[in-house]
């Protein structure tokens, strides 16, 4: 009788499988794993593994993580990966059925995402701005100031994703650039405008790398990438950029807490739509695959609807 390959090399496959056939980035393997292997110590301790789980222990399992206060929607993205999981070991026929093909996940609402106003966006950018032209600081520190100043133009420009931005290369900063190609999630390729705040924070931030270079490498070639580091990665770390982000809210009173590139992402998002964006034309520039992912953002549309019958229609009460 053959036996079950172990957890460990199931969570491999099917990892590989995602890698291979829908593009899954670092970040959501890495989900997937951390998900998936919480749930094979589970099953682990319940004497069962993903080649015999039963579905009443993947309820218990539900039901454990709800005792330990995980919040609705951490439930049902373990739910979303034990799913995902099951059908690639029935497709692959290690399974010959599907324990969580009758599950149902947890009643939740799906939360607003936190919005800066423009004002509190203006107030980071003219801070990022004022430290770039303080005088009692080093070039090295200016270079720094400079390149924040560059990330906060451009992520308020374009709505990239944080992964997206501190990987831009650095041919997307060239003189006459008026769009950049974003390689995002799936390795799907999108075409994002650059606003002229942005190119030119950008020709700033390059002038200023270039004059901290000793003369004889003057003009050459260097790093490929926009925000270049020591790093493994070669390229800045979401993490530095987003410690960077905190401290430059903190220095221009906003509370920290409520301020992450993400939320400069819903920024962006936001305040197009409710100038009049189409939320199809945002879809695109967020790189949102469904527009399903993008409707989050329709209570925009919504008040700003409601204002313009109050404001313009002729039997509003004035």
């Not at 491999?12 to 670092?26: I, K, N, P, T």
């Amino acid at each position: 009788m053959r036996s079950n390959p172990p957890d460990a090399k199931l969570t491999s496959l099917f990892l590989d499988m995602l890698a291979a056939e829908q593009g899954a980035g670092a970040n959501t393997l890495d989900a997937y794993r951390r998900d998936l292997t919480d749930f094979s110590e589970f099953l682990r301790s319940a004497g069962q593994s993903f080649a015999g789980a039963e579905t009443q222990t993947l309820r218990d399992y539900l039901a454990d993580l709800d005792s330990r206060g995980f919040k609705s929607s951490s439930v049902a993205r373990r739910l979303s990966a034990m799913r995902h999981l099951f059908r690639f070991l029935l497709n692959e026929r290690i399974r010959s059925d599907d324990p969580a093909a009758i599950l149902s996940g947890p009643k939740r609402g799906r939360g607003l995402p936190k919005v800066l106003s423009i004002s509190d966006v203006d107030r980071m950018l003219t801070r990022a701005k004022d430290l770039t032209q303080a005088q009692d600081t080093s070039a090295p520190q200016r270079l720094r100031a400079l390149r924040l100043y560059c990330l906060l133009e451009v992520l308020y420009a374009t709505g990239l994703r944080v992964s997206e931005l501190v990987s831009l290369p650095l041919s997307a900063a060239r003189r006459d650039a008026r769009m950049i190609v974003v390689r995002g999630k799936g390795n799907k390729e999108r075409l994002v405008p650059l606003n002229e705040a942005s190119r030119q924070a950008m020709a700033d931030y390059l002038a200023a790398i270039e004059a901290l270079k000793p003369e004889k490498q003057k003009n050459a070639a260097g790093s490929k990438w926009l925000f270049p580091s020591f790093g493994e990665s070669g390229h800045l770390t979401r993490q530095h950029f987003a410690r960077d982000l905190k401290e430059l809210a903190a220095a221009s009173g906003l509370a920290p807490r409520l301020v992450s590139p993400h939320v400069l992402r819903h920024a962006f998002a936001s305040h197009l739509l409710h100038n009049g964006a189409d939320l199809r034309i945002v879809q695109t520039l967020l790189g949102h695959t469904d527009i399903s992912t993008t409707q989050i953002y329709t209570h925009v549309v919504e008040e700003r609807l409601k204002s313009l019958v109050r404001d313009l229609h002729p039997l509003a009460e004035k």
